[in-house]
């Protein structure tokens, strides 16, 4: 079975833009949740989706969006980029939003970088 | 709110010998989950071992396993007969058992880096 999948893998963007990154969860696995990775903040959690329906989110401003799509992928939208949104974005999904089938398994990443 | 702690940032050992990774975390809940991810230098995250905090068997994984300590909210790691491919960050995680809940997100402590020497 695939893993997930996230597009694009590397992204360079300047300040004031917007960005879309996109992810396509394992095969059945009705939960995405996305995470912010960097250096000084470490993994913080973003959002979580189940069946299309935002089920949890973290301490980002509004510039940080998502949507789940009726086939379970995911997209996240940031918009007004500023320079600390370099990260590395990383999605992972669960076949259950909790319970015992809620072990999250990540994808590769998406590396963006604001210039 | 839950918090992760791992108080080792970096780690190493001689390759076929064994090492532990330390974890605690803080919790009001008596219900949750613990995880133990592997970032290796791909970025990719791995997911390692998990433990149910209602099961009082330790979890595990092949050569890895878990020393679960709920009343001592610890959840160390051990590594047994390290190999190369070993070396990577350690992400010890926490997770509410919110089933249909709203706190299903991983909560994540700063991790250790594991070198493995040959």
């Known amino acids: 079975k695939a893993g997930v999948t996230q597009t694009p893998r590397y992204l360079i963007k300047t300040r004031g833009q917007q960005v879309t990154l996109s992810c396509s969860p394992i095969?059945?696995?009705?939960?995405v949740s996305w995470y912010q990775q960097t250096p000084g903040q470490g993994l913080q959690f973003l959002f979580e989706?189940?069946?299309?329906?935002?089920?949890n989110k973290g301490n980002f401003p509004g510039r940080f969006s998502g949507r789940q799509f009726s086939n379970s992928r995911s997209e996240m939208n940031v918009s007004t980029l500023e320079l600390g949104d370099s990260a590395l974005y990383l999605c992972?999904?669960?076949?259950?939003?909790?319970?015992?089938?809620?072990?999250?398994?990540f994808g590769p990443g998406t590396r963006l970088l604001v210039l | 709110a839950q918090t992760v702690t791992q108080s080792q940032p970096e780690m190493s050992v001689q390759e076929a010998e064994t090492v532990t990774l330390s974890c605690t975390y803080d919790?009001?809940?008596?219900?949750?989950?613990l995880f133990w991810y592997k970032q290796p230098p791909s970025r990719q995250m791995i997911l390692v071992i998990r433990?149910?905090?209602?099961?009082?068997q330790n979890a595990t994984e092949n050569r890895f396993s878990v020393n679960f300590q709920k009343a001592a909210k610890s959840f160390s790691l051990k590594i047994s007969d390290s190999q190369l491919g070993d070396a990577a960050m350690y992400f010890c995680?926490?997770?509410?058992?919110?089933?249909?809940?709203?706190?299903?997100?991983?909560?994540f402590g700063k991790g250790t880096k594991l070198s493995v020497k040959p």
């Open positions: 992972a999904s669960s076949l259950e939003a909790g319970g015992p089938l809620g072990s999250q398994y």
């Open positions: 095969s059945g696995h009705r939960s």
């Open positions: 989706y189940f069946s299309e329906t935002q089920r």
């Open positions: 919790t009001s809940e008596s219900d949750y989950y």
């Open positions: 433990q149910e905090a209602y099961k009082q």
């Open positions: 995680a926490y997770r509410s058992e919110d089933y249909g809940g709203s706190q299903g997100n991983l909560i």
